[in-house]
């Protein structure tokens, strides 16, 4: 089983649509959570934390569910700009700078 | 805004050559991190450093890995003896101490713009 998984996308959806990104976590000791996305060839940038309450930012909303061990990211009224790859990272419970990992990605496309 | 800085963007070096990879953390950072993304595959996790040692590797990070801080500012990468499968693009990271209880791997890691490395 993968350590961090995410829905295999991709997900190609209108401007304007509501769309929500899933991952799950293997390792119950993870400590801290994250949403980056990646345009193509270049870095992944931070998009936001994940909290145990959720938390909002603007039009993104993050989820996390410890007991489930499930991340989510919701994205309402979509915009062109938002077509990336959305990648959900999990810090590891380590010494000091520990580790991130990294899920696979979620392709978005948004069109016209 | 600060930023991780990376040189140089694109390394083209002959397969068993000795590679070194550059990287300027963010200056009030305290811990550093390298990955790597091979084309089209995920990003994956090499080495974290604290406190100017290793604090984390994984499985790819061999014996032809090396990571050093040498002078306080620069964080590099060294690939004693370059093989095809290393052709990737390498990352830079680098992340705050959160307060007196927090560690770095509670904050979120800022990424360099990344260097292409090819190998021939």
């Excluded at chain 1, 829905?7 to 991952?23: L, R, S």
């Excluded at chain 1, 145990?52 to 489930?68: V, Y």
């Excluded at chain 2, 963010?26 to 995920?42: A, C, E, P, V």
């Amino acid at each position: 089983r993968k350590e961090v998984e995410q829905d295999p996308g991709p997900f190609n959806v209108p401007e304007g649509a509501t769309v929500a990104f899933n991952c799950t976590y293997s390792n119950s000791a993870s400590q801290s959570f994250f949403w980056y996305r990646q345009d193509c060839r270049k870095e992944p940038k931070l998009l936001m934390s994940v909290y145990s309450s959720g938390n909002e930012d603007g039009r993104f909303t993050a989820q996390l569910n410890r007991a489930s061990q499930y991340i989510s990211l919701l994205i309402r009224d979509s915009k062109l700009s938002d077509s990336a790859t959305y990648l959900c990272v999990v810090n590891s419970r380590g010494t000091n700078a520990g580790k991130s990992t990294f899920g696979d990605g979620t392709t978005l496309t948004v069109k016209p | 805004e600060p930023e991780v800085t990376q040189t140089p963007s694109h390394q083209v070096t002959q397969m068993g050559q000795e590679v070194i990879l550059r990287c300027v953390p963010i200056s009030n950072h305290l811990y550093f991190y390298w990955y790597r993304q091979i084309l089209g595959q995920k990003v994956e996790f090499l080495v974290s450093f604290y406190n100017n040692e290793i604090s984390e590797k994984s499985e790819i990070f061999d014996d032809q890995f090396s990571v050093e801080r040498p002078d306080g500012s620069n964080f590099t990468l060294k690939i004693r003896s370059t093989k095809l499968e290393d052709s990737a693009m390498y990352f830079c990271a680098s992340s705050s101490n959160g307060g007196a209880r927090a560690r770095g791997s509670n904050q979120p890691q800022h990424f360099g713009d990344g260097t292409r490395l090819s190998i021939l």
